[in-house]
């Protein structure tokens, strides 16, 4: 038995729905346990193509069950386009369960994010506008509405009614846009909630169970831990937590029952949306990063800042989510430079910081040292040993390693389920490194 959380330690979109596709082989269970549709998870087959956005991307072997956990905010009226899409594609959606608890992304909130956008102007965040922001805002104010309340006509009435009543004024006063009505919302979520009755469940016993039974258990992240509400590069972030401590909060287990903690980064960075990224590019290279990995949003097309691999953030990450393996994803990607940067620390108005900062301006003001190593120049995408990678590729691996103080346990080297090197089996429990010795304390 083992529950394995999988975090994104960049901004995003590290090739997390790659990871967990591969690893899901061999699990029982696959939790997304934060977040919404503003994820986009890719994962590619021989035999086709999938776009996650809610469904964990487990969802492919017959072998699992998936769960959308208390801690996601799910649009149903998405989801059930998902699960059609995936039936169309020939996979079996009867084991998806929706926790129960799960808050509702509802019509106001994707106009709400929409019109709080426009509002910030210059400042705006540049959201996924999937109504991710207003939803969370909701939960914790205490004006969400959750999966079981769909179920129930009267309750459900009750609630949007009173909720609506206040969305309208803000609509109507501070926005100057019609309101919405009632009648059409209760209708159409109600019949939501009709359409998924058989789906929302009491996930956290589910999970509960599992761990007695010694079921593996893998924990799906969405976004990254640069993008997280407390610790990412605020405000330009999403409005979730993305660490790893979360991951049993929003999947309504116990902290201690997670196992292992595995980071995916890219072996570069990028980022979709406003904010600070010490190592963007703007020149031929960011460029060229971007058009050899595909850099635009899974779901939403918009088009990802690619930049060297900052170690100052990817160490900054590990510490902060006890990361137990780094997976270091999209190497191939780098096979055509003849040299390659590694951002090693930042020159914060002529002081070298090794840390992240945690304000807007000093983080925007941090100019990147790099240290610049060895290209391999060959091609990597079908290298499945890791002895068989080139020398030039390892030793920038090791360095990687070195400066997140994380070992690296896979990497992955083609968009395409099987293209990995495994180091090291992430789903089995992790000895002791004296490599890292600040594992020991984790
Ligand atoms: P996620 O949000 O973390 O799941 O990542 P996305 O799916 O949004 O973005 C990662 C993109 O990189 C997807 O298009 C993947 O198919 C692709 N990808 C994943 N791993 C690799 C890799 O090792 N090499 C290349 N070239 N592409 C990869
Ligand atoms: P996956 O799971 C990359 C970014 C948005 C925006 C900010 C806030 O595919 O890695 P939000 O809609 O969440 O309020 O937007 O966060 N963002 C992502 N960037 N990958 C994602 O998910 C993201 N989800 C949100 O671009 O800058
Ligand atoms: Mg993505």
């Given amino acids: 038995m083992v529950a394995v959380a999988v975090i994104g330690a960049q901004w995003g979109d590290e090739g997390k729905g790659k990871l967990v596709d591969e690893l899901s082989m061999s699990a029982d269970f696959v939790v997304r346990y934060q977040g919404g549709s503003n994820a986009g998870h890719r994962v590619v087959h021989d035999n086709g193509e999938f776009s996650f956005r809610l469904v964990p991307s487990g969802i492919l072997y017959p072998n699992t069950t998936c769960i959308i956990g208390n801690g996601v905010v799910v649009d ?17 959606v009867s084991r998806l369960f929706i926790s129960e608890r799960a808050h509702v992304v509802m019509p106001y909130h994707f106009l709400l994010d929409r019109l709080e956008e426009e509002a910030r102007g210059e400042d705006k965040i540049d959201s996924t506008q999937r109504g991710i922001g207003p939803a969370y805002v909701d939960k914790h104010a205490r004006n ?55 789906y929302i469940a009491d996930t956290q016993n589910m999970l509960h169970n599992a761990l007695f039974d010694h079921k593996t258990i893998l924990l799906e992240g969405a976004q990254g831990a640069l993008l997280d509400i407390d610790f990412g590069t605020y405000p330009f972030v999403t409005s979730s937590s993305t660490m790893a401590a979360n991951a049993a909060v929003g999947a309504g287990l116990p902290p201690r029952s997670i196992d292992r903690v595995i980071g995916v980064y890219k072996a570069y960075i990028t980022r979709v949306g406003s904010g600070p990224m010490p190592t963007g590019l703007f020149d031929d290279i960011g460029h060229i990063l971007r058009d050899r990995g595909h850099e635009y949003g899974t779901n939403t097309g918009r088009e990802r800042r690619c930049g060297w691999f900052d170690a100052v953030a990817g160490r900054f990450v590990a510490q902060i989510n006890g990361l137990d393996a780094a997976v270091i994803t999209k190497l191939d990607v780098l096979d055509t430079f003849p040299t390659i940067k590694i951002c090693t620390a930042y020159n914060l108005r002529g002081k070298i910081v090794h840390s992240l900062p945690a304000t807007l301006s000093n983080l925007a003001a941090c100019e990147p040292i790099y240290e610049e190593v060895e290209g391999w120049q060959s091609n990597t995408s079908g290298i499945t040993h890791y002895e068989d990678l080139p020398a030039a590729a390892k030793s920038y691996l090791k360095r990687l390693e070195t400066l997140i103080e994380t070992p690296i346990a896979m990497i992955s080297v083609s968009p395409q389920r099987g293209k990995t090197i495994q180091i090291q089996n992430v789903l089995q429990l992790p000895e002791y490194d004296a490599r890292y010795p600040r594992n020991a304390m984790r």
């Fill in 76 to 92: 149903p009226k998405g989801l059930i386009e998902e699960m059609e899409q995936l039936q169309r594609q020939g996979i079996d």
């Fill in 144 to 198: 969400g509405i959750r999966m079981a309340d769909l179920l129930d006509v009267d309750t459900f009435r009750a609630k949007l009614s009173s909720i609506l009543q206040q969305k309208n004024r803000m609509i109507t006063q501070i926005y100057g846009q019609p309101p919405l009505s009632l009648e059409e919302i209760h209708g159409e979520y109600f019949g939501y909630g009709q359409q998924l009755r058989g």
